[in-house]
């Protein structure tokens, strides 16, 4: 410190808290002599034996500091290892959220993450370009876009849990209520709603700061009791916490200080709203700020603002506006896709569950069953092993696991696949995205789904359950110290690389298995074998990639990687040839007792 005091953050797990000032009120002037902005640094109050949150308590405590020190009505939210690419991004997001119309009910604006530092061939798709390219371009057809954790403009008005100011139109009820009741003759309960709607809205389209402290305190004329007891300042203090000046910040609607704001006032103010017990009985990361519940609290926040009605902006310029960096190592890829499905997991399992929550809000069907999408995929996982294990089981076995159908269901099991083709064609022709980036992406759904998605589907049970909490890492970057794209072939152990491995081997086996038996019976036994040869080697393909992860710069896979896997293999061949139910019971004792001891 300037006063030759340590910094008291050196212990990251006990500090208190702290803010350091680099540009204040007064601020700095750049060459053309305007104003820059300020810049503050800011480490919340870490204690042990408190719930702190990662990065969700880190948001919320950063809203209430920059609410108290600026008040600014927008926020951008970048991730530590992202930069601004596009200097011009933060002006087309203000068009959205300063529209007259448009900005009152949009919550934020979602920018596509772009990313440096990866090889040309994106063996384990870390561009995710079919996600972002594809699937977040539907989703602003609808309500729009999820929020993906960085890159993201914000209304500060949407993040305390307000309720967006819709129109007439907007709160009219949904379509399918208007075709089951009919365009004159509406429910009861959809006409209640809409009215109480209509009301609510009336009462929030005011631009100007909706009420004062003193008016909270001494009561509003001509708002009944219920009215101005919601309004209370007892109530705003055990929604927003024990700050009289953050809560007068959030009423104010048009943002900025009040004039007669004391600048050293507002700096200790600033250090209460990060101690570690501000939020203690409030409702943040409840209802407010981010939401507290998932290691991907991106997902959830953006549902809780969609279900209150509010629509969000997928802004595509043509130069990527943020750039930052991906993990280009396997192992370090499969442990960022893990955190990703144990999160849908846990919100998958809570009371936040898409399926069932937010049917009293705004929330769009078709934007349900979007969010759906985004937490039940880790479901898939289950009947993928199961998939990627059958057709080393045919050819182990000399059957066939598909059963023979009759020509009308093969008719409609043909065109249930041409259907699935000419949809993938249709959203690459219309989304620009390139066939070999749209077969990574395939490529790398199936190694995690049978690894990562996997076990976060074991690791949602236990904590979900049990109460068995699994801690997450922050994922390593790309780095090139030591050469171009080095970190490429370095191998990590990980318990997620042993299903994946385990399935190439059995498949490999079942291959050579099957070729050796067609040799041996002759060549009528080869027609069925290439039937069983393709969905085996449609396996081995797609987990292709993980193959070359596994044997690394020098092309040679870890020993524990190897035993691991051929003793699974083993096991499972073992139990196979024990249990084989191709063979019935009696067929078996009749030949045995043919055959006697002579055999």
Known sequence: MQDGTPWPGNNTRDHPGMIQVFLGHSGGVDNDGNELPRLVYVSREKRPGFQHH??????????RVSAVL??????????????????????????????????????????????????????????????????????????????????CCFNRQALYGYDPVLTEKDLEPACFLRCCWGSRKKSRKANKRYDDDKKRTKRTESTIPIFSLEDIEEGVEGFDDEKSLLMSQRSLEKRFGQSPVFIQSTLMENGG?????????????????????YEDKSEWGKEIGWIYGSVTEDILTGFKMHARGWISIYCMPARPAFKG?????????????LRWALGSVEILLSRHCPIWYGYTGRLKPLQRLAYINTIVYPLTSLPLVAYCTLPAVCL?????????????????FILYFISIFTTAILELRWSTVGIDEWWRNEQFWVIGGVSAHLFAVFQGLLKVLAGIDTNFTVTSKSSDEDGEFAELYVFKWTSLLIPPTTLLVVNLVGVVAGVSQAI???????????????????VIVHLYPFLKGLMGRQNRTPTIVIVWSILLASIFSLLWVRIDPFTSSTGSSSSTQQCGVNC
């Open 54 to 63: 990662k990065k969700a308590g880190a948001m919320n405590a950063l809203v």
């Open 70 to 151: 600026t008040n600014g009505l927008f926020l951008l939210n970048l991730d530590c290892d992202h930069y601004i690419n596009n200097s011009k991004a933060i002006r087309e997001a203000m068009c959205f959220l300063m529209d007259p119309l448009l900005g009152k009910k949009t919550c934020y604006v979602q920018f596509p993450q772009r990313f440096d530092g990866i090889d040309r061939h994106d063996r384990y798709a870390n561009r995710n370009t079919v996600f972002f390219d594809i699937t977040l371009r539907g989703f602003d057809g609808i309500q729009g876009p999820v929020y993906v954790g960085t890159g």
């Open 257 to 277: 200080l009040p004039q007669s704001a004391n600048p050293a006032s507002l700096l200790k103010e600033a250090i209460h709203v990060i101690s570690c017990g």
């Open 325 to 337: 960096s991906a993990p280009i190592n396997l192992s370090d890829r499969l442990n960022q896709v």
């Open 396 to 412: 182990l076995t000399g059957k066939f696991i598909i059963p023979e159908i009759t020509n009308f269901a093969s008719v409609f």
């Open 520 to 538: 041996n019976s002759g060549y009528q036994s080869w027609g069925p074998l290439f039937g069983k040869l393709f969905f085996s080697l449609w």
